[in-house]
């Protein structure tokens, strides 16, 4: 059974950092790009970013580029995501999610259930 499970989420002042882990298990992360999405209140799901997680070619939405990193632990089937200079704008649930292609960013076979990342002072 595939499972996705984040962790790290919180509450963080402006300009403060997060990281955020999703851990995977049922499937080998290796075989699949990853990808971060969230979904602020009363607003649709929003890609935040991509890994390949076979070659670790990364991709970020342009409200995010410069300030998140996502990257991965193959050995321990787990993605994270890297987050910076966070603004009241990125508060959100994130979601993991694994995905057999890049694109529509937005596409997944499996999410996980989120982790709350609350920016506010």
């Known amino acids: 059974e595939v499972q996705l499970v984040e962790s790290g989420g919180g509450l963080v002042q402006p300009g403060g950092s997060l990281r955020l882990s999703c851990a995977g298990s049922?499937?080998?992360?290796?075989?699949?790009?990853m990808k971060w999405v969230r979904q602020a209140p009363g607003k649709g799901l929003e890609w935040v970013s991509s890994?390949?997680?076979?070659?670790?070619?990364?991709y970020y939405a342009g409200s995010v580029k410069g300030r998140f990193t996502i990257s991965r632990d193959n050995a321990k089937n787990t993605v994270y995501l890297q987050m910076g200079s966070l603004k009241p704008e990125d508060t959100a649930l994130y979601y993991c999610?694994?995905?057999?292609?890049?694109?529509?960013?937005?596409?997944?076979?499996?999410r996980g259930q989120g982790t709350q990342v609350t920016v506010s002072s």
């Open positions: 999610a694994r995905s057999g292609t890049l694109l529509p960013a937005v596409r997944y076979d499996y």
């Open positions: 049922g499937f080998t992360l290796s075989a699949y790009y």
């Open positions: 890994i390949n997680s076979a070659t670790g070619s990364t």
